[in-house]
């Protein structure tokens, strides 16, 4: 199944909070593995297709810097209960900016 890599980054305003309740942080990864979950599923058109997911929470930036951010690797589309697997197309099978330096969907 092809996959791909997607950063979420937390706006600076609101990085104070997540510095000070690191449980925001566990909150924010269930919310992206819920959010992309379910655009995938919308894309697909497949309401129990189960998507493959892993997330990283990275709390510093190359500067050793405050910067909390999720990066998480995720499958292209997902695997149907019967064992098929399904990817999303159309619109919604977009070609990030960065696989025009190597991957290729």
């Known amino acids: 199944m092809p996959h791909r890599q997607v950063v979420l980054t937390v706006p600076k305003r609101l990085r104070p909070h997540f510095l000070y309740n690191r449980g925001l942080l566990g909150d924010l990864s269930r919310v992206a593995a819920r959010t992309i979950t379910a655009f995938i599923r919308a894309t697909t058109g497949e309401r129990k297709l189960s998507v493959g997911l892993v997330a990283s929470i990275q709390t510093h930036g190359s500067l ?4 909390p951010h999720l990066h998480l690797l995720v499958t292209d589309g997902g695997f149907r ?3 098929g697997s399904s990817r999303p197309t159309g619109k919604a099978s977009y070609t990030p900016r960065s696989s025009s330096r190597g991957h290729r969907p």
């Open 81 to 83: 209960p019967n064992g």
């Open 64 to 67: 050793a810097n405050w910067h």
